[in-house]
């Protein structure tokens, strides 16, 4: 008989295995579109994978750089990753703590059409017609008001709104509190947990604007940075339609620039990512157990 603690040793010692394999598996990925970018165009050429770039090169970053193109498209994307966020977490909270409370009416059907929303959409054609009519086409407004609230996100904040006891209200209400002051200052700081989990899943979704930019926004000068790298891929031979070039551009292989705006592109949502971790697990697992 096997002794008491063997089986517990057993699961642990495949559970970290399984663990590190996913984990590999997901990073590896990545390792090597780091790598490639900084490979140079010998061991580029000569190699299909690459983990340790064993001859450095900083021309495919020297390339991009030197064009207007990358900076630009990263800067707009930036602004509209920051302020598209702070007014989906303004609407969402906004509308999601009313909808929380017994007392307000119509809540029911009023979260019946958010689920209804869910399962069914209008689809492209009648978006775009919205945001043509509302005069939204070719500005910045079109790729964050369309999308201000999403209902999955609206209902995890529903949801975490309601563990919170509603006796506080009462007393707030008791001291003389309003229901602005009383959202600001009592509901937003006990919610902190699922805004930051929010945040984060807005930030993504708000840096990854790939399709919404691609129909509303026709001016190439106000591209994000996702439709830019679509660019790069479809173009053949360079990568960056930009006047003027770099000392050996033709020395690039258009793989390399690739990587390197690939990876331009994903560090800084990756760098916001440990700031919000501790908050992470605990406002997506309370915000989407209970209905």
């Given at each position: 008989?096997?002794?008491?603690?063997?089986?517990?040793?057993?699961?642990?010692?495949?559970?970290?295995?399984?663990l590190v394999l996913?984990?590999?598996?997901?990073?590896?990925?990545?390792?090597?579109?780091?790598?490639?970018?900084?490979?140079?165009?010998?061991?580029?050429?000569?190699?299909?994978?690459?983990?340790?770039?064993?001859?450095?090169?900083?021309?495919?970053?020297?390339?991009?750089?030197?064009?207007?193109?990358?900076?630009?498209?990263?800067?707009?994307?930036?602004?509209?990753?920051?302020?598209?966020?702070?007014?989906?977490?303004?609407?969402?909270?906004?509308?999601?703590?009313?909808?929380?409370?017994?007392?307000?009416?119509?809540?029911?059907?009023?979260?019946?059409?958010?689920?209804?929303?869910?399962?069914?959409?209008?689809?492209?054609?009648?978006?775009?017609?919205?945001?043509?009519?509302?005069?939204?086409?070719?500005?910045?407004?079109?790729?964050?008001?369309?999308?201000?609230?999403?209902?999955?996100?609206?209902?995890?904040?529903?949801?975490?709104?309601?563990?919170?006891?509603?006796?506080?209200?009462?007393s707030a209400k008791?001291?003389?509190?309003?229901?602005?002051?009383?959202?600001?200052?009592?509901?937003?700081?006990?919610?902190?947990?699922?805004?930051?989990?929010?945040?984060?899943?807005?930030?993504?979704?708000?840096?990854?604007?790939?399709?919404?930019?691609?129909?509303?926004?026709?001016?190439?000068?106000?591209?994000?940075?996702?439709?830019?790298?679509?660019?790069?891929?479809?173009?053949?031979?360079?990568?960056?339609?930009?006047?003027?070039?770099?000392?050996?551009?033709?020395?690039?292989?258009?793989?390399?620039?690739?990587?390197?705006?690939?990876?331009?592109?994903?560090?800084?949502?990756?760098?916001?990512?440990?700031?919000?971790?501790?908050?992470?697990?605990?406002?997506?697992?309370?915000?989407?157990?209970?209905?």
């Amino acid at each position: 008989m096997a002794p008491k603690g063997m089986g517990k040793h057993l699961f642990d010692v495949v559970n970290v295995t399984l663990l590190v394999l996913f984990a590999l598996i997901t990073i590896i990925p990545f390792i090597h579109v780091i790598s490639s970018s900084f490979a140079s165009v010998a061991e580029y050429n000569s190699k299909n994978f690459l983990l340790v770039p064993t001859e450095f090169s900083l021309k495919a970053y020297q390339y991009i750089f030197t064009t207007n193109a990358l900076p630009r498209s990263l800067g707009i994307t930036v602004m509209i990753t920051v302020l598209g966020t702070l007014i989906c977490l303004l609407f969402t909270t906004l509308f999601a703590y009313p909808l929380s409370r017994r007392r307000f009416h119509f809540r029911r059907t009023i979260l019946f059409l958010i689920v209804f929303t869910m399962i069914f959409q209008g689809g492209m054609i009648p978006d775009y017609l919205i945001v043509k009519e509302l005069g939204l086409l070719d500005s910045y407004w079109s790729l964050m008001l369309p999308r201000a609230i999403i209902a999955f996100y609206l209902i995890i904040m529903i949801n975490f709104f309601r563990n919170i006891p509603e006796e506080l209200e009462e007393s707030a209400k008791m001291d003389g509190c309003g229901d602005l002051r009383m959202f600001f200052r009592i509901m937003i700081p006990l919610s902190l947990p699922a805004i930051a989990t929010l945040t984060l899943f807005y930030a993504v979704f708000q840096w990854n604007t790939y399709m919404h930019a691609i129909l509303y926004i026709n001016d190439t000068e106000k591209w994000p940075i996702q439709v830019l790298l679509r660019q790069i891929v479809m173009v053949s031979q360079a990568g960056f339609v930009e006047q003027g070039s770099v000392e050996g551009e033709s020395s690039i292989p258009p793989d390399t620039v690739k990587m390197a705006v690939i990876t331009v592109a994903t560090t800084p949502i990756l760098l916001v990512y440990p700031f919000l971790q501790k908050y992470f697990a605990k406002g997506a697992l309370v915000g989407s157990i209970k209905g």
